[in-house]
């Protein structure tokens, strides 16, 4: 087995972001008044104060790390566990995560959206490992609330442009061949508060609208030929959602029959309700908002249908004025998850810095990391399974010597495309944007060993 690098350095430790900043007066008032110049200052206040909070917590804990002595009683004396009868089978008949955990949850950013319904819950990204996101912590966008649909109500149909329009219930689908996969979604407005400046401390806002599960279901091709889809005019389907916000979108005939899964499992059980359940669109590489949930309706079309969903949302404002419709794919794109935003470096030494990488358009190739701003680059180490629209784990060696840092990593996918930086970005696409915002992240770790969300062009 080869040594990491700092094997023979102290190996420092990080101490976690401050999650849960935001008391929960300060979060209702922002939600019901905006984000004004006070309020932001207050936000600001919430989180540097939740830093030091944590910091002195974190000081006792690091004065008992590191070296142990010979005599700490956690190893010389029988702990309570070690000499009680532990609780009994099926305690929990559906597990949940240890006490010690509950900090690491899903959490809304203050004041982003005025109701709850049509808003967003973001992934704590920070506190994951390996690819897989627990189904408990995907992150969460709805536009009219979440529904729990009886799968025995729930109806699927297809129509449009076929020899036979037909009507399946939750167990026609599931008696058909299925297939299981492993993909990325992330939401087409994830990092869109960064478009301009760095505007939200913790990678869980930057990037938490990401998640990554082994999904099941039928493949959409399989249930167009069921029904005689006319392939060769029909060009387009329109996939229709059962909940009041009758979310709809336009997929190329060509994706569709490509990999697109009309699913129902997510991690070896059913989605969750509010990931779609019963029944949800799984569009491998491509932004959220076209993986339909609560999906009722596949229609075969021959043009975009130019819903909604389409023309007000989810297009792209160019430096023109004009907007970018139908730029679906989610562009390869990465991020550090550790060290990153809120955390802090509690000392000098190894640590090994960590992140996720991901591509619409295939498998990811290779990422390089940067810990001066982009000057100097060092290939990470990626972790398998490296697969196609999935995000892929890296990991790189660092020994931090104590100065001023700015942590960044760049990842290139199988089509030879590379992560662009903010400049480069911005040239393109102009600096007022929402949508599709995949540049260089930049960390900036400070002598204190503080990490801050910075920009870097
Ligand atoms: N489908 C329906 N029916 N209603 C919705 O509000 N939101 C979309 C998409 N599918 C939405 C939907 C958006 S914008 C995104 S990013 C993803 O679902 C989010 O999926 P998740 O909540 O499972 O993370």
């Known amino acids: 087995m080869r040594k990491p690098e700092g094997a023979r350095v102290p190996t420092g430790r990080l101490r976690k972001a401050p999650e849960n900043f935001v008391s929960p007066e300060l979060a209702a008032d922002i939600t019901r008044s905006g984000l004004d110049d ?90 994951f490992f390996g690819i897989i996101t627990p189904n408990g912590l995907h992150f969460e966008r709805h536009h009219q609330g979440w529904v729990d649909i009886d799968p025995g109500q729930h109806r699927f149909m297809i129509n449009g442009m076929v020899k036979e329009a037909k009507v399946y219930t939750m167990d026609d689908l599931m008696r058909l061949p299925s297939v299981s996969k492993i993909h990325f979604i992330e939401c087409g407005a994830n990092t869109g508060m960064e478009w301009g400046n760095a505007a939200v401390p913790t990678v869980q806002y930057t990037h938490g609208m990401l998640s990554c599960c082994e999904f099941t279901g039928v493949p959409l091709k399989v249930l ?112 550090i998850t550790s060290p990153s935003g809120g955390q802090a470096l509690l000392g000098k030494g190894f640590y090994n810095v960590s992140g996720l990488a991901w591509s619409g358009r295939g498998a990811i190739k290779q990422v390089d990391v940067s810990f001066d701003g982009g000057n100097n680059w060092k290939t990470a180490r990626l972790e398998t399974p490296v697969l196609d629209k999935c995000l892929t784990r890296f990991n790189v060696d660092w020994v931090w010597d104590g100065s001023p840092a700015i942590l960044q990593s760049r990842a290139v996918d199988s089509t030879g495309f590379v992560q662009p930086r903010y400049g480069q970005l911005h040239a393109v696409r102009g600096t007022r944007s929402t949508y599709h915002n995949n540049a260089i992240q930049s960390w900036r770790v400070a002598e204190s060993g503080e990490v801050f969300n910075v920009h870097v062009e």
């Open 38 to 127: 006070t309020r932001r200052r207050l936000l600001k206040g919430s989180f540097l104060a939740a830093g030091a909070a944590l910091a002195a917590g974190m000081s006792r804990v690091a004065a008992a790390s590191g070296k142990a002595p010979a005599d700490d009683p956690m190893i010389t004396q029988p702990r309570p566990w070690s000499t009680m009868l532990g609780n009994p089978v099926a305690f929990h008949p559906y597990g949940v995560p240890s006490k010690y955990e509950a900090n690491l949850q899903r959490r809304q950013s203050p004041g982003l959206t005025p109701t709850k319904q049509a808003s967003v819950a973001f992934a704590p990204l920070q506190g």
């Open 224 to 335: 167009l030929d069921d029904c005689g889809a006319d392939l060769k005019n029909g060009k387009y389907v329109l996939a229709e959602g059962n909940d009041g916000s009758s979310m709809t979108r336009t997929i190329s005939m060509e994706a569709a029959l490509d990999d697109v899964l009309v699913a129902w499992g997510m991690n070896g059980e059913m989605l969750r309700p509010e990931n779609g359940y019963p029944l949800r669109l799984v569009v491998p590489g491509v932004q959220g908002v076209s993986w339909v949930k609560w999906l009722r309706r596949i229609e075969v079309g021959d043009k975009p249908w130019n819903t909604k969903d389409e023309t007000s949302h989810y297009v792209d404002l160019m430096p023109d004025g004009m907007l970018r419709q139908y730029t679906s794919i989610q562009e390869c794109k990465s991020v």
